[in-house]
């Protein structure tokens, strides 16, 4: 999808006060010890790096991918001597940064994430809602981690023609809301998993109010039927070898289907063989930006009465799909950078680090959907590019007056 122009210096303006801290505002460390109470991980004892300090510098580890470990923590650390004094906050040396990672885990941030990631467009924001739906998208990407013993066992190599290759890979698949961008949920597993089954996890996080976009590697009829008994409608594009069985043709060029489960999904037990659904069938072809053809596109929705929305409108609908894919882009490409693998080599903290990144990533999208709120702009206006610069040239991630608890800060007593 073409990026939509930057209408000037106003829009950039709107992102001015954007900052680290400003992030920090979206996950509080009251909420940070509330995680680590829930997942059993606060510090036991007093450490030179405490479980809250852990969690912030996961974070900082994702808005700034391309700085070391070490100096990412001495910036984090900055700003805590600032607020508590030079003497009381030292940087560890050694191991114990990885060992601090190591004890802390991925449970609470997956708590965070869990807790703050939910919907943000405002049904007044411009391109927020299509009719009055939300729409949201579901799709799957991969993502290389650092070539190790104990990564590949668990996440993988990608396979060729000529055998396994390259970095090992973790699957991933999120649901993205169109309007904000934002990821509200996403689940991982290995590179050989299937991409549609695993999506099936994220089926319990749609709502009433949402119109679910799905490309056609995602069509299964119990899958749609479990979509649609949570979300208020579907717009999905399927195979064109799926077979329908033609009950009515509508006005407007669309028709009335009836669809079935497979042999395979009832032999699985997924689905009855007398179970059924009535669908409508949208199928046209698209003109590229070049001018030539594209291939038929065959979309099913529940959406039944064209009054409610004709083809043309959910054929025109349908590419806010591709809403995800700059979603994707956005997390790989301006936060971890271009051709960058993940830094972690060890399994449990590559999820530590992915949690890291999609906590980032819902904070910066959270900070512009408000920013965008107040300016009367569509929060896709708004430059993701800048709005990452904005915050990595923040020097202080813990500005002056910035509400961060003394555990964040806790010392070993006899540290100077």
Known sequence: MPRQPMSGRNLCTLLEDLSLGALLRVMPTALVQEALAATDRQSQRYRLLPAATVVYLVLMLAVRADVSIKENLRGLLEGLRRQFGWRRVRVPKGTAVSAARQRLGAAPLAWLFARMAHPLARRDQPGAFWRHWRVMAIDGTTVEVQHTAANCATFGLPRNQYGAAGYPQVKLVALLECGTRAI?????GPSRSDEATLGDELLPHLAPDMLLLADRGYYSFARWRDAAARAGALVWRVKATLKLKRLKELDDGSFLARVRPSAKLCRKGLAQPD?????????YVPVLADGTRGETVRLLTTILDPALASALDLAQLFPQRWSIEVGFDEVKTHLRGRDRVLRSQRPDLVVQELHGFFLA????????????????VAPTRLSFTHAVNVIRRQAVPFPP????GPSVCEHSPGNP
């Open 401 to 404: 007056g910035a509400e961060v």
């Open 184 to 188: 509200i949920a996403w689940v991982h």
């Open 275 to 283: 179970e059924t659904a009535v669908v409508r069938v949208i199928e």
């Open 361 to 376: 990533y819902f904070a910066i999208r959270a900070t512009m959907a408000e920013a965008a709120a107040l300016g009367g």
